[in-house]
Nanobody, 125 residues
Framework: QVQLVESGGGLVQAGASLELSCAVSGGTFSRISTGWFRQAPGREREFVASISPSGGIINYADVVKGRFTVSRDNTKNTVYLRMNSLKPEDTAVYYC??????????????????WGQGTQVTVSA
C-alpha cells in the first residue's frame, strides 16, 4: 500500500513563493510517476504538474507553466512542487498522487492509483 503525505501549504500574499513536499512510502519510488493536482472551492480538481520516475519527463498545466517547478529526490522518496509568483487564483487544496511507470494520460486523475490527503494553499491579494 502506497502512502503519500503532503506538506508545505500555507497562507501567503500574491507574488510570494511556497514549496510543497510529497513524501511517498510503501512502494518502489524509483518506478513511480507523481502528479500534482489542485482543487479550488466549487471547482473540479485539475492537473498541475507531473514527473516521471527518473525525472526525465515533466509536464505542466498551461496556467502554471513558467511559475511552478516539479522535482523529485529519489534518495528521499519525496517529490516537490516549487510555486513562484503565486496568484490568488492559485488558492486551492493541492494533492499529490502516484502511478506506476509512466502513464499515457499523465494529466488525468484516472491515471493515478494513490492520493495524499491534500494541503491547503491560500494566496491573498
Amino acid at each position: 500500500q502506497v502512502q503519500l503525505v503532503e506538506s508545505g501549504g500555507g497562507l501567503v500574499q500574491a507574488g510570494a513563493s511556497l514549496e510543497l513536499s510529497c513524501a511517498v512510502s510503501g512502494g518502489t519510488f524509483s518506478r513511480i510517476s507523481t502528479g500534482w493536482f489542485r482543487q479550488a472551492p466549487g471547482r473540479e480538481r485539475e492537473f498541475v504538474a507531473s514527473i516521471s520516475p527518473s525525472g526525465g519527463i515533466i509536464n505542466y498545466a498551461d496556467v502554471v507553466k513558467g511559475r511552478f517547478t516539479v522535482s523529485r529526490d529519489n534518495t528521499k522518496n519525496t517529490v516537490y512542487l516549487r510555486m513562484n509568483s503565486l496568484k490568488p487564483e492559485d488558492t486551492a487544496v493541492y494533492y499529490c498522487a502516484t502511478a506506476a511507470g509512466i502513464p499515457y494520460s499523465r494529466a488525468s486523475e484516472g491515471a493515478y492509483d494513490y492520493w495524499g490527503q491534500g494541503t491547503q494553499v491560500t494566496v491573498s491579494a
